[in-house]
Nanobody
Framework: QVQLVESGGGLVQAGGSLRLSCAAS????????MGWFRQTPGKERNVVAA????????YYADSVKGRFTISRDNTKNTLYLQMNSLQPEDTAVYYC??????????????????WGQGTQVTVSS
């Protein structure tokens, strides 16, 4: 089973940028779709961005389109999320996840097989 570890979260002022990384262990990293999700207290976890197995197809939530970019480097077993023009409403715990069943991201699918422990992103106004 793939193990995922996120890094790169922190405190940033509105308008600033952060880059999240998700390092994975396991031989199947490059075989499946991956995604970034976020969750705030009392709310469900929602997809922010996702990519297919080779990074050539991407999906973004409407709230982050044009500001966030998801990418992956299968040679380094790492998933990235570049976040620009951050706003206070982007404050959340961000999780990376790998879909252990599908190579392409299925919009609406949240039943990913493996999850990281999460990294906090806080955007101050």
């Amino acid at each position: 089973q793939v193990q995922l570890v996120e890094s790169g979260g922190g405190l940033v002022q509105a308008g600033g940028s952060l880059r999240l990384s998700c390092a994975a262990s396991g031989r199947t990293f490059g075989a499946y779709a991956m995604g970034w999700f976020r969750q705030t207290p009392g709310k469900e976890r929602n997809v922010v961005a996702a990519t297919n197995w080779n990074g050539r197809r991407t999906y973004y939530a409407d709230s982050v389109k044009g500001r966030f970019t998801i990418s992956r480097d299968n040679t380094k077993n790492t998933l990235y999320l570049q976040m620009n023009s951050l706003q206070p409403e982007d404050t959340a715990v961000y999780y990376c996840a790998i879909d252990n069943q599908y190579r392409d991201y299925m919009p609406g699918r949240t039943d990913f097989g493996s999850w990281g422990q999460g990294t906090q992103v806080t955007v101050s106004s």
